[in-house]
């Protein structure tokens, strides 16, 4: 199975900061990386596939770049409803295989 | 909008058997494949397996092959998941998602893009 790593495992940052999230693969999986945000106690929602494509009616603010084994979930001015956990998910090969979440606060 | 609507919270005791239901609307059923994905308390995201809406060919994630079925029945637009033996590692929150995958074989062009609520199974004796 491919492996998924997400740096930082937590990240504290104010409405207003540019972030940025990070994702590593265990191999290359060329552009399949999807990323999907989770608020407490709620279902994961996607906001970006295929490494840079935004799903319809997710603000602008976020972005996602990335190929081969890096890729990078940018969010470019906080925004109070942004704080969340972020997961990258690669569907290059089954199973798809998710990163361990990256918790902003 | 896309809806999918997840069957309520079950309790059971070790070495029994759960069935979570997933009704979908308002798309197109057999266009798409419906994933299962669990999160265990205060873990990560695992994905369990996927089954075409057109065809029902079913994958399943190697950890649980063998004690799991997932069913897709087109005239309600309903996929299923029965877990069986059930272990008290088996607690989580289960979700279904909408899959791109309408074919049963693996398609690396794929995302979950709607979810439903979540359905909390819980193993204790």
């Known amino acids: 199975d491919i492996q998924m790593t997400q740096s930082p495992s937590s990240l504290s940052a104010s409405v207003g900061d540019r972030v940025s999230i990070t994702c590593r693969a265990s191999?290359?999986?060329?552009?399949?990386l999807n990323w999907y945000q989770q608020e407490p106690g709620k279902a994961p929602k996607l906001l970006i596939y295929?490494?840079?494509n935004l799903l319809s009616g997710v603000p602008s603010r976020f972005s996602g770049s990335g190929s081969g084994a890096d890729f990078t979930l940018t969010i470019s001015s906080l925004q109070p409803e942004d704080f969340a956990t972020y997961y990258c998910q690669q569907t290059y090969s089954s199973p798809p295989t998710f990163g361990g979440g990256t918790r902003l606060e | 909008q896309v809806q999918l609507v997840q069957s309520g919270g079950e309790v059971k005791k070790p070495g029994a058997s759960v069935k979570v239901s997933c009704k979908a609307s308002?798309?197109?059923?057999?266009?798409?494949?419906i994933s299962w994905v669990r999160q265990a308390p205060g873990q990560g995201l695992e994905w369990l397996g996927s089954i075409s809406g057109y065809n029902g060919k079913t994958k399943y994630a190697q950890q649980i092959q063998g004690r799991v079925t997932m069913t897709a029945d087109t005239s309600t637009t309903t996929a299923s998941l029965e877990l069986r033996s059930l272990r008290s590692d088996d607690t989580a929150v289960y979700y279904c998602a909408r899959d791109q995958d309408a074919s049963g074989t693996y398609s690396n062009v794929n995302y979950f893009d709607y979810w439903g609520q979540g359905t909390l199974v819980t193993v204790s004796s």
């Open positions: 295929a490494a840079s």
């Open positions: 191999q290359s999986i060329n552009t399949y």
């Open positions: 308002r798309y197109t059923f057999t266009s798409y494949g």
